[in-house]
């Protein structure tokens, strides 16, 4: 295994708008195994940004696009640690149960350390933030952006 993975959204449909997420298993294991896992099944080829909000973060990972589903594999256990959620910081999305993360991340579009040490930080966006800036805003939005393919290298 590469001493760097990376998990890359396209978000293009056609055009070169790759997000590219440096992911980080030394912070979340178990977190970056599972998107590991999905990605490469194919599930998140498809699936929407449905809760885009300015200032704040954009996520995805709903295969219903609704916000309120996730892949049939069972939950993650939460593995918060200090690394601060700042620009382009890539989390997982969960309920009120800390650990009910399953297959929903997000992406800090500024500052949110009010979420630090509450929810699984799992990667940075490398490059490409300007495609997740530039994502249709609405919760949900009213033409979302998506994720074409994702793939993990």
Known sequence: MA???????????????????KLRPDLAPNHV?????LAQEGFYDG???????PGFMAQGG??????TSGSNKPNLKQEFSAEPH?????????TADPNS???QFFICFDDATFLDRQYTVWGLV????????????????RS?????KATVN
Do not use: Q, Y
Not at 33 to 37: C, F, G, K, L, P
């Open 3 to 21: 001493d760097t993975l990376t998990f890359t959204l396209d978000t293009g449909d056609g055009e070169a708008r790759d997000v590219v997420i």
């Open 33 to 37: 195994a599972r998107i590991t896992e």
């Open 47 to 53: 699936v929407v940004f449905h809760r885009v909000i």
């Open 62 to 67: 709903d295969p219903t696009g609704t916000g």
């Open 86 to 94: 700042v620009r382009g910081v890539c989390s997982m999305a969960r």
């Open 101 to 103: 993360a399953n297959s």
């Open 126 to 141: 490398e490059s490409g933030m300007e495609h997740v800036d530039a994502l249709p805003k609405g919760e949900p939005p």
């Open 144 to 148: 979302p952006g998506k994720i074409v």
